[in-house]
């Protein structure tokens, strides 16, 4: 995540720290990226957690 955005970063360690499945965003220009999804995937699959679903609300509710 961008250094000038540290609420997003929370965002995701809360999830992660609390075992959350998901994260439901409309921030689509850092969360719910698909080239930010991969790293943080593999940043807390490094640190020994499970990255939660990031996701807008419309991925979410696809059938």
């Not at 809360?14 to 075992?19: D, K, L, M, R």
């Not at 969360?31 to 939660?52: H, K, T």
């Amino acid at each position: 995540m961008p250094n000038e955005y540290p609420e997003d970063s929370l965002h995701i360690a809360i999830c992660a720290v609390n075992g959350i499945d998901y994260l439901v965003t409309w921030n689509c220009a850092h969360l719910a990226n698909a080239i930010m999804r991969r790293q943080v995937d593999r940043f807390l699959e490094m640190a020994g957690y499970q990255a939660p679903v990031i996701c807008t609300p419309e991925e979410l509710m696809e059938e």
